[in-house]
């Protein structure tokens, strides 16, 4: 699977927008880029996915580079409930393989 | 929608006895299951897929005689952990996905701790 690269950690303050970065500059063309997030103590969270279009869903927007080698992940208002791991994920099968994430921290 | 259930959300057992985790899509039908392990402090490591009334797909390293899953119903797979020792303590979470390359919904996990 293509590797994607995410900062380890980052902070927003409560109610400001976030921009959660990812680069995958070996995606191929068949590959899907999903963003899924984990809450303390429990399983991951679907958050949005895209292939090349840019999305939006009720959670989040995502933001595709023309080239597709980088995405970002906009959520619109932080709240305290969006601390979370946040995981960029290419996935071309079934399968997903998590890498570290990035770690996001909600300032109130 | 998109509900699964994973039971029991936690427990504890002697080294050698076996544990069986169950993980239910509740208002939908599961085509594949996955499960993964996730130790303290890091990520999720993909253990095995399965799909309905099939053998499960392990990945490499996972023993499969240890862990031994079955996909009985389009809405039930089951994790045995058999044996199970002190470094099988673990979170254990299992996903589930309506078809082929769907979003995977997660069930809340199980923490095994084995003493």
């Known amino acids: 699977d293509a590797k994607t690269t995410q900062p380890n950690s980052m902070e927003s303050n409560e109610e400001e927008p976030v921009h959660l970065p990812c680069n995958h500059s070996?995606?191929?063309?068949?590959?899907?880029i999903h963003w899924y997030r984990q809450l303390p103590s429990q399983g991951p969270e679907y958050v949005i996915h895209?292939?090349?279009s840019n999305v939006n869903n009720r959670m989040a927007s995502l933001a595709i580079a023309e080239d597709r080698k980088s995405s970002t992940l906009i959520l619109h208002r932080a709240t305290l409930r969006d601390a979370a791991v946040y995981y960029c994920?290419?996935?071309?099968?079934?399968?997903?393989?998590f890498g570290t994430g990035t770690r996001l921290t909600i300032i109130p | 929608g998109a509900v699964v259930s994973q039971h029991p959300s936690r427990v504890i057992c002697k080294s050698g006895t076996s544990v069986k985790i169950e993980c239910r899509s509740l208002?939908?039908?599961?085509?594949?299951m996955f499960w993964y392990r996730q130790f303290p402090k890091k990520s999720l490591m993909l253990m095995a897929t399965?799909?309905?009334?099939?053998?499960?797909?392990?990945e490499q390293g996972v023993e499969k005689d240890k862990f031994l899953i079955n996909h009985a119903s389009l809405t039930l797979s089951t994790l045995t952990v058999t044996s199970a020792h002190p470094e099988d303590s673990s979170f254990y979470i299992c996903?589930?996905?309506?078809?082929?390359?769907?979003?995977?919904?997660f069930g809340a996990g199980t923490r095994l701790s084995v003493l």
């Open positions: 996903s589930a996905a309506r078809g082929t390359g769907d979003i995977q919904y």
């Open positions: 070996t995606i191929s063309g068949t590959d899907y």
């Open positions: 895209g292939l090349t």
């Open positions: 994920i290419l996935s071309g099968n079934e399968k997903l393989t």
């Open positions: 208002d939908f039908q599961a085509t594949t």
């Open positions: 399965s799909n309905e009334g099939s053998k499960a797909t392990y």
